[in-house]
């Protein structure tokens, strides 16, 4: 198998068990570890671990070698603002651009959201991802469609390490998925704000009071 070709793998599977918390904020990631555990030579590992880095979900310290990049409180805040200002941009040019094909695959998704168990609210937080990034790809836009599936995955972290999944199970939609069916991009674009800033605020207090003590404060790294 070519080396591109196992570069990429390994980057897909150490990328998902970060952003899902398998991997740790701060956890070792040994080359000849993982290539051993891959069934390949170092190279295509540290290419893998090379693109983790230019994401950010890897930090590289010299002569320390890789290590999962911690999460901060100052990136959930400055995370939680720029969900806020992409989505909400991405919804008022959704709500007059979604098509009836869109509308129905957007109650299908949202029509899933049951359940209070563990996998329940790990389903809720994919199908919750694919809502968002539907919405984003209902604007047209596809660069924002990228940002918005960037900023869900790295929010994924914060969810999984601080235990807060549940957060996102109070939350229906159903007025923002009622603004769309209308096409009314004003009281879309209030949906999407009130939903997004009580996210906000139920994240960083259950963050805040449950995990404060492991957080760290300022910018990422080691």
Known sequence: MADVTVKNLIYTDLRRSIVSGR???GERLNLHVLAKGFGCSITPVRDALQLLHQEGLVTIKPRSGYFVTHLTLKELYDLLDLREILEVAAVERAAARITDAQLEELEHIHAGYTG???ASVERYADENRRLHLLIAEASGNQELVKM???????????????????????????N????????????ARQAMSTDLSEVREK???????AEGASWRVGTGGL
């Not at 929010?155 to 159903?174: G, W």
């Not at 998925?177 to 209308?182: F, G, I, Q, W, Y």
């Not at 994240?203 to 009071?209: A, G, K, P």
């Open 23 to 25: 991997s740790r904020p």
């Open 116 to 118: 209070e168990d563990w």
């Open 148 to 174: 918005v599936g960037q900023v869900h995955d790295q929010l994924t972290r914060f969810m999984t390490a601080s235990h807060a999944n549940q957060i996102m199970m109070s939350f229906s939609h159903q």
């Open 176 to 187: 923002l998925l009622k603004a769309l069916r209308s096409r009314d991009v004003t009281t």
């Open 203 to 209: 994240t960083l207090q259950r963050v805040i009071e």
